[in-house]
Every structure is written in structure tokens, then in C-alpha cells.
């Protein structure tokens, strides 16, 4: 039995919300490798401490917070999928294609983010294997979400992460559903 000198104290309720909140926050500002704890810790109005007795390191409670706004974003395209988006395939692609790049367009620094941690992955395999996992089912969901078999999922996540980037270059440089659509009808006709 643990005497109540030894225990640790159970911080007040809110905490680690707070600290969630603050590192989804400093994510959006400062990106994944310029968040510092302090940063996070002051904007959670905590101590230091609190970051590590909840989350156990800085890196962890950012890959929470990471995955929590991803979490909410996926969320966001979930409710896009059940809305009734055309007849046709053609018509559901550009009504999702045109959803999801505009929310990406709204929350660029999200993806400014996943862009980082991909190039810190290419020299981290612990972090390329976790990234991974999320990989997979990133290209299951957009399958879904674009009503297409899920082989198709990994040509959509392409197609996605292109686009994404050229936003992230220049905001007006969107890649609409027609001219994608064009673009790929032309690449299929080489093949013929």
C-alpha cells in the first residue's frame, strides 16, 4: 500500500485538455519541430511538469494533439460521405474532391504539419512505421469517402497530398475536380 506522502498528487481536472488544446494551438503556429514545451505549457496556463506527468514527453503530447485535430478533420469528411453528392461517380468525385481540398485550403497548417513529420519520418523508422498504420488507413477512408474500391485509395491519397501541396506553396493554386479529371483522362489515353 502506498502511504499518501509517496502517492503522486491527481492534478486538477482540465489539465490535460488544456495542454491538448494548447498543442493543437502552438501546432498550428509554430509547426511540430519549433513547439517547445514552454511554449505549450504557457499557453495551457500549467507548469512544465504537467506535461510530463500526463503525456510523458513533449513529442507524445504533440502526437496526441496531432492526432486529435486529424481525428476532427476526419470527422469533417465523414459527414461529407453521407451526404447525397450525385447519381453518378463523376458527380461524387467532384463534390468530395471539391470538399476535401477546400478543407484543406481552410486548415493548411494542419498539413504543414503532416508534410514535416513525413520528411522527419524519411529519417526516423520508428516514426515512418507509426506513420505507417495511419497511412494505411488514411487510404481506406478516402476510398470510402470517394465511393470507389479501396485499391483505389492509394492513387486518391496521391492525388491529395499533390494538391495539398501546391497549396501549401500558394493558396490560390487549387487544383480543381475537372481539371484533375482532364489531366488523368489524358495520361489514360497514353495508354492506349
Known amino acids: 500500500m502506498t502511504s499518501s506522502s509517496t502517492r503522486r498528487p491527481t492534478p486538477p481536472a482540465g489539465n490535460r485538455e488544456a495542454l491538448l488544446a494548447a498543442a493543437r494551438d502552438c501546432l498550428r503556429d509554430r509547426g511540430y519541430a519549433r513547439t517547445t514545451a514552454r511554449d505549450i505549457a504557457t499557453g495551457a496556463g500549467v507548469s512544465l511538469a504537467a506535461i510530463g506527468y500526463h503525456f510523458g514527453s513533449k513529442e ?68 515512418a512505421a507509426s506513420l505507417g498504420g495511419a497511412n494505411e488507413q488514411a487510404r481506406a477512408a478516402l476510398a470510402e469517402l470517394f465511393g470507389v474500391p479501396a485499391e483505389h485509395g492509394t492513387l486518391l491519397q496521391m492525388l491529395l497530398l499533390g494538391a495539398v501541396s501546391h497549396l501549401l506553396l500558394d493558396p490560390a493554386d487549387v487544383v480543381g475536380a475537372d481539371d484533375l479529371l482532364a489531366q488523368a483522362a489524358a495520361l489514360v489515353a497514353l495508354t492506349a
Open 60 to 127: 507524445a503530447l504533440l502526437d496526441a494533439a496531432l492526432v486529435e485535430a486529424l481525428r476532427d478533420w476526419g470527422d469533417g469528411l465523414e459527414a461529407i460521405g453521407a451526404e447525397d453528392l450525385g447519381g453518378t461517380p463523376g458527380e461524387r468525385f467532384r463534390a468530395v474532391w471539391g470538399r476535401v481540398v477546400a478543407s484543406a485550403a481552410e486548415d493548411r497548417s494542419l498539413w504543414a504539419v503532416q508534410f514535416e513529420l513525413l520528411a522527419d519520418a524519411a529519417r526516423d523508422p520508428e516514426r
